[in-house]
T-cell receptor, first 113, second 113 residues
Framework: SAVISQKPSRDICQRGTSLTIQCQVD?????MFWYRQQPGQSLTLIAT?????????ESGFVIDKFPISRPNLTFSTLTVSNMSPEDSSIYLC??????????FGSGTRLTVV | GQQLNQSPQSMFIQEGEDVSMNCTSS?????WLWYKQDPGEGPVLLIA?????ELTSNGRLTAQFGITRKDSFLNISASIPSDVGIYFC?????????????FGKGTKLSVIP
């Protein structure tokens, strides 16, 4: 399965600022996904990022708040913009390889103060 | 959106005991996946189920895909302290948007030595 490097692993940010999270995969993948995991909760899909096209956002998530880049088949970034304490969560990237292989990064634990 | 009902929400068991948890859905999934998440880490895939009625084992873990495709269970035999963590079920459809996973709310497992 793919090896995913996600950075930063954690951060504490001031409200109103933005944080960009990076996801690097050790091999080329078609589909990359960004999830949010609020404290004590399950994973919620934010968006699907395909190389060369706009990300597809799930209901409740918008590009202005969570802009995503996917410049090539091994890298993606998620930005959490104009942060508020409600954005405090773990953000995870995931890749799909073929029909059944889903691998997750170790996550970025974000605290907004 | 689609929802998975996962139970129990939490379990406290003695080391050596067997564990059982399950997920149900009002919708049919073509694939069921079981993940484990350790603190500070992303989810790690334990077992993937692709066919209705399929029973699959991975060491002390056994999972089954329900005949109706609307449910799945995960059993852990002879639990050990390192089994502690949060277990998530996830379902996936085939067809359009087939790479998206829907997650249950998780079962938090605590093992008492």
């Amino acid at each position: 399965s793919a090896v995913i490097s996600q950075k930063p692993s954690r951060d504490i940010c001031q409200r109103g600022t933005s944080l960009t999270i990076q996801c690097q995969v050790d091999s080329q993948v078609t589909m990359m996904f960004w999830y949010r995991q609020q404290p004590g909760q399950s994973l919620t899909l934010i968006a699907t990022a395909n190389q060369g096209s706009e990300a597809t956002y799930e209901s409740g998530f918008v590009i202005d708040k969570f802009p995503i880049s996917r410049p090539n088949l091994t890298f993606s970034t998620l930005t959490v913009s104009n942060m508020s304490p409600e954005d405090s969560s773990i953000y995870l990237c995931s890749v799909a390889r073929g029909e059944y292989g889903y691998t997750f990064g170790s996550g970025t634990r974000l605290t907004v103060v | 959106g689609q929802q998975l009902n996962q139970s129990p929400q939490s379990m406290f068991i003695q080391e050596g005991e067997d564990v059982s948890m399950n997920c149900t859905s009002s919708s049919i999934f073509n694939t069921w996946l079981w993940y484990k998440q350790d603190p500070g880490e992303g989810p790690v895939l334990l077992i993937a189920l692709y066919k209705a009625g399929e029973l699959t084992s991975n060491g002390r873990l056994t999972a089954q895909f329900g005949i109706t495709r609307k449910d799945s269970f995960l059993n852990i035999s002879a639990s050990i302290p390192s089994d502690v963590g949060i277990y998530f079920c996830a379902g996936k459809y085939s067809g359009a948007g087939s790479y998206q996973l829907t997650f249950g709310k998780g079962t938090k497992l605590s093992v008492i030595p």
